[in-house]
Structure formats: structure tokens, C-alpha cells
């Protein structure tokens, strides 16, 4: 037991964590004290025990499962979580009506991409170089078509994999001029960043209520099925800034020219 517990303790296992940006936000979270005694119970183990097993102070336990009034450090939830083998969010009582959910099909996730185009009234971010789905795509074309001052993003780590996305995107400059600012504004950011060593591809679909964030699969090499969906304001807003930023440190794409010039992963795919 006392393997479980260095590995809690490890710093670089509770960065590697998918959800530590969620907990690390706000530096103190109020946890789920009900969900934490439940669990507890279920082992049948006392305070002491998950004291002992864990390394958290009975005092700490305690104030957990029966301080309502009481916040903890992401450190202790992510600690208690890895010990339970869940996901964290399960044990933080969320105050403000935000969700988590982990998605589990491609076709989940295309009906939630679909969604946050279609209800986008602020902002849209998309970033990835994957996108094959037709009505998406044209979602977002008519999102773009109906809200004029909807602030747009779409940020890649790669030329698109498909000539249909490829296409999309020229589509998004005859919608909207990059260089127009009728609005007072630029609302179409098109945009290529080249250093995957210092961030990686990412898939993000954000509005400015909702972002979905495609994780590495559950069910096997290369499949596209798994991603976490938050409904929550604070996060939505930054992940949008993710996108901005992503988009400040690459290359600009805002003409035909500058789209077809990158062309396609895959050799052949690309018809003029």
C-alpha cells in the first residue's frame, strides 16, 4: 500500500492527469462530500483507514465528507481519485451548474461538435486538421452565414487529412473576408501552428458555453470515439483562448492561395 501511496503523491503523475487543468483552476475546490463518505463506506473502511491508506490527515477526511463550508487543494481530490481509480470531477461538488461527461462514440462526439456550432452566438473555435464530417462543416458555414459577428477560429497542427475539409475552408473565406472589420472586429481567423513539440495536436470545439476536447481513445490505436464534453462558461472561455493563442503563434491562412500552398497529408488527395 504504501506503492499506492508515492504514486498519489507523485507530482508528475497528478500533472499527467487529463483532468488537473479543470482542478488547478480555481485553487480551491469544494469537494463532494457525500460522493467521498459513499466511497468510503463501500470499503468498509473507517476514517482512520483512508487516513492511513491514502496519507491525508483524518482531520482533512473529515472536513471532506462533513464541512460544508470547506475547500481543498486539487492535490487532495486528485490523491482520493487515483486511489478510487474514477475520474476526479466525480468527487468535486459543482456549484454553478457546470457538466462533465466523458464521451464514448465518434457519433457522440459529431452531435456535440454539431451542437456548439449551431448554439455558437460569440465566438467558434475548432482546432485539429481531422474534420471529415459533412454536416458539421456546413454547420458551421451556416453559423457563420446567419451570425455575422460571431467570432470564428479555426486552428490547425496539420494540413487537413481530407479533401473536404480542405474545401471547407476555402468556403470559409468566401463567406467572410479575413481582412473585413465591417463590425469593428476581425471575425475569421484561419491559422497553422508548427510547433508540435511545444503543443501538440489538439481536437477542440469550442463555443462560449460549451467545448468538447478529444482525448486519446478508449478502445484502440488510432480510433477517433473518445472526448470530454464540459458545459461550464469559465472553462469555455478558456479553451477559446487556447485557440487564440495557438492561432497568435503560427502562420496565417487567409487566402486560397496560402490553403492549397498547404496541401494535404496524404500525397494525391489534392485535385485541382
Do not use: W
Not at 102 to 117: H, S
Not at 181 to 204: A, N, S
Request: overall charge positive.
Amino acid at each position: 500500500m504504501e506503492q499506492l501511496k508515492n504514486v498519489c503523491r507523485s507530482d508528475h503523475l497528478l500533472k499527467a492527469d487529463p483532468f488537473h487543468k479543470l482542478l488547478i483552476d480555481d485553487g480551491k475546490i469544494k469537494p463532494n462530500g457525500t460522493e467521498i463518505k459513499k466511497r468510503r463506506k463501500t470499503r468498509c473502511m473507517t476514517q482512520d483507514r483512508l487516513s492511513e491508506e491514502t496519507g491525508l490527515a483524518r482531520k482533512t477526511i473529515r472536513n471532506l465528507e462533513s464541512n460544508p463550508t470547506y475547500r481543498c487543494r486539487a492535490s487532495t481530490i486528485n490523491i482520493l481519485s487515483k486511489f478510487y481509480g474514477i475520474e476526479p470531477h466525480l468527487l468535486i461538488k459543482q456549484e454553478d451548474g457546470s457538466s462533465i461527461k466523458l464521451l464514448r462514440t465518434a457519433q457522440e462526439m459529431i452531435d456535440v461538435n454539431t451542437k456548439i456550432a449551431t448554439s455558437a452566438r460569440k465566438f467558434l473555435a475548432c482546432v485539429g486538421s481531422r474534420c471529415s464530417d459533412e454536416n458539421y462543416m456546413r454547420i458551421v458555414e451556416e453559423t457563420l452565414i446567419k451570425y455575422p459577428t460571431v467570432i470564428h477560429y479555426r486552428v490547425m497542427a496539420l494540413p487537413p487529412f481530407k479533401k473536404i475539409f480542405q474545401d471547407h475552408l476555402l468556403k470559409l473565406l468566401h463567406i467572410r473576408n479575413p481582412v473585413d472589420r465591417t463590425h469593428g472586429y476581425k471575425t475569421l481567423h484561419i491559422g497553422f501552428h508548427e510547433d508540435t513539440v511545444r503543443q501538440p495536436e489538439y481536437g477542440i470545439c469550442v463555443n462560449e458555453t460549451t467545448v468538447l476536447i478529444v482525448l486519446p481513445s478508449m478502445f484502440g490505436f488510432g480510433e477517433y470515439n473518445t472526448a470530454l464534453l464540459i458545459e461550464d462558461v469559465k472553462a469555455a472561455e478558456k479553451y477559446f483562448f487556447l485557440a487564440k493563442s495557438l492561432y497568435l503563434a503560427g502562420r496565417f491562412l487567409e487566402t486560397k492561395q496560402a490553403i492549397l500552398q498547404l496541401g494535404l497529408v496524404k500525397d494525391g488527395e489534392l485535385h485541382e
